[in-house]
């Protein structure tokens, strides 16, 4: 599960460099690293779920 959201964030980092995606606060091609700080809160949320699913 962890893998296919880094793959599926790192894709999306990848498109708003070559074309901007046009969300709001998503415009210039600049704004990847905002989507490198939802990778990773998505990311940390995932782990931490896997951690307690499997007491």
Known sequence: ???????????????????????????????FWKLAVVAFAVWSVALILREFTTL
Do not use: E, H, S
């Open 1 to 31: 599960m962890t893998k296919t959201i880094a793959v599926l964030l790192v894709l999306a980092m990848l498109i708003q460099i070559i074309k901007p995606l046009n969300l709001p606060g998503m415009r210039r091609r600049g704004d």
